[in-house]
């Protein structure tokens, strides 16, 4: 007996979604959460701060680009161990917060001797860090030869909400900072590191 064909299509059409739904059955289901980004939220303790802001400086902060931590010798840029205990006595009348804060808002205006002045504000592009995210950092550099005293409610001069000065307007002649001007230290760092100039 003929089957007619409309039947054999049809058995195959059910066939084929019979079997691809029962492999597709038989694939792990994997759900897919969102990466967990460490929450900043008003709860935060200074101990997750902590664990945030090191998180921060060794990705979208950067700083581990330039920074080392505990390195000596001849370095491009200052090394961060110990600035935890460095920062209190950097600047007369700043407090370890209110130096670490003017590092990162305002680089230049204290420049560390031996250095140039080459490390971008980080609330700025292409960083752009949050006032939150700072705490962060600022709480996760304390330890680095000090006791983290900050949190989320910490305020300095450039917190939200205090007066604090407009950015100063680049000198005449200063170097005006873009990605490029970022980047072109790194781009000669690693150039004599491949020449073998720099020990590190
Ligand atoms: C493009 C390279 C570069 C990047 C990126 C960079 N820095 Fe810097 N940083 C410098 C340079 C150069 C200096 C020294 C000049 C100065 O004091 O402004 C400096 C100085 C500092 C100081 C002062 C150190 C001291 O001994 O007083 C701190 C603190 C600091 N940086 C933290 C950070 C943190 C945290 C980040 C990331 C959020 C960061 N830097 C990103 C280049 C960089």
Redo the contacts with the bound molecule.
Sequence with gaps: MRIPHIFRIGALVLGTTVFYGYVGQMVPQKEVQPPEDAALGPEMTTAEMVKVGRQ??EGK???L???TIGKTGALR??D?GG?GA??SS?VEGLSDVE??AQ??YE??A???PG??????P?NQPP?S?TDQEILS?IAS?QTLGGTPTVTLQTTHKYSPGTAAPAPEAPAKGATQLTPDT?LQ??VSHQAARLDGAVAR
């Design positions: 921060i400086m902060g950067l700083c680009t330039c920074h840029f200052p961060l600035i460095r920062a950097r130096y670490l590092s990162l680089p230049t204290f420049v560390v250095f140039p002045p080459a490390m971008p980080v960083f860090l950092v550099l970022i230290p790194l």
